[in-house]
């Protein structure tokens, strides 16, 4: 499934596909941060240990969804424009994301571009969050 034709190849092709997904990334980890404080600015003042750590419970798990969110929204821009099936677009997204990187595959020019602005991105979505814990 090449998309390729929508935008071209050349390096301005991946930059733009690559600045839409750092934007839809950010638009998504600022949504669920604007839930979470919602959240906490209504129950946030409970006096209770165990309704604290409840409290950071949640903002946890909403932490790890939004960051799946993220990963899946890489991995569906891989799988379009990179011919990578899903699996292994998922877990490229995945390891770029979490700058462990993947040994077992790179990208093919001017594709490549791809894995360092979703590495910027995770990096920046996990300081997001430990923020927001």
Do not use: Q
Request: proline fraction near 3%; charged fraction near 10%.
């Amino acid at each position: 499934m090449n998309n390729s034709f929508l935008l071209g190849n050349g390096i301005a092709a991946a930059y733009t596909v690559g600045m839409i997904a750092v934007f839809l990334s950010l638009l998504i980890k600022v949504s669920f941060v604007t839930l979470v404080l919602g959240f906490l600015d209504r129950f946030g003042k409970i006096a209770s240990h165990i309704k604290m750590a409840t409290l950071v419970g949640f903002v946890g798990i909403l932490s790890m969804v939004s960051s799946m969110l993220v990963i899946y929204l890489w991995s569906m821009i891989l799988w379009s424009y990179c011919d990578i099936n899903p699996n292994e677009s998922t877990y490229f997204s995945a390891t770029s994301f979490t700058s462990l990187g993947s040994p077992h595959r790179t990208l093919l020019a001017p594709w490549r571009l791809l894995e360092p602005l979703e590495t910027g991105t995770g990096m920046l979505c996990t300081g997001i969050d430990t923020a927001m814990i």
